[in-house]
Antibody, heavy 126, light 107 residues
Framework: QVHLQQWGAGLLKPSETLSLTCAVY????????WSWIRQPPGKGLEWIGE?????????NPNPSLKSRVTISVDTSKNQFSLKLSSVTAADTAVYYC??????????????????WGQGSLVTVSS | DIQMTQSPSSLSASVGDRVTITCRAS??????LNWYQQKPGKAPNLLIY???SLQSGVPSRFSGSGSGTDFTLTISSLQPEDFATYYC?????????FGQGTKVEIK
């Protein structure tokens, strides 16, 4: 069974860097891509970005994240990490790590987030 | 970005009711549409992928349909454990985007 366990600092001051790590237990780490997704309190879900086992990344280009995101991977530990620099109150959210699973057919590949971490509430406040 | 719009934003229903939630994409996404269920304080849980395929372990009362820009999630007979918020998500093109959610409440 696959299990994702995440951790990181929960309280930050404006301008600091958010840092979260997600460890993957079970399954084959190298077969999949891995994502970070966030959810502001009482609001919807926003995809932050993803990484594969070789370190190739794909980030959300939207202004709310605008080049502040770095996702990295440590295959020796089956872990991946998120860094978000220059945080503001608008970055207050529950952050989730998730596995990207692709259902592959001749006519297309359907990507899903099939396993998720427990979530980490990160609060940005002076 | 592809915008995903769900309707309604919330609904009240009784146990045993048939419930339908709609999701509309701002452009055609073929059948690259997933549905998730989220309960308070928990991570989302994948229900449906590729618009109509049931994720392993998900009860058969959940079903999905649609293609192009219009999609529906149907719960054929609402159970007490189904009261939650439901999100659609497109996997057609990055950035992957979600609908704003539909909260299903007890009537």
């Amino acid at each position: 069974q696959v299990h994702l366990q995440q951790w990181g600092a929960g309280l930050l001051k404006p301008s600091e860097t958010l840092s979260l790590t997600c460890a993957v237990y079970g399954g084959s780490f190298s077969r999949y891509s891995w994502s970070w997704i966030r959810q502001p309190p009482g609001k919807g879900l926003e995809w932050i970005g993803e990484i594969n086992h070789s370190g190739s990344t794909n980030y959300n280009p939207n202004p709310s994240l605008k080049s502040r995101v770095t996702i990295s991977v440590d295959t020796s530990k089956n872990q991946f990490s998120l860094k978000l620099s220059s945080v503001t109150a608008a970055d207050t959210a529950v952050y989730y790590c998730a596995r990207v699973y692709s259902h592959d057919y001749v006519w297309g590949s359907y990507r899903t987030f099939d396993y998720w971490g427990q979530g980490s509430l990160v609060t940005v406040s002076s | 970005d592809i915008q995903m719009t769900q309707s309604p934003s919330s609904l009240s229903a009784s146990v045993g009711d048939r419930v339908t939630i709609t999701c509309r994409a701002s452009q055609s996404i073929s059948s690259y549409l997933n549905w998730y269920q989220q309960k308070p304080g928990k991570a989302p849980n994948l229900l449906i992928y590729a618009a109509s395929s049931l994720q392993s372990g998900v009860p058969s009362r959940f079903s999905g349909s649609g293609s192009g820009t219009d999609f529906t999630l149907t719960i054929s007979s609402l159970q007490p454990e189904d009261f939650a918020t439901y999100y659609c998500q497109q996997s057609y093109h990055t950035p992957w985007t979600f609908g704003q959610g539909t909260k299903v409440e007890i009537k």
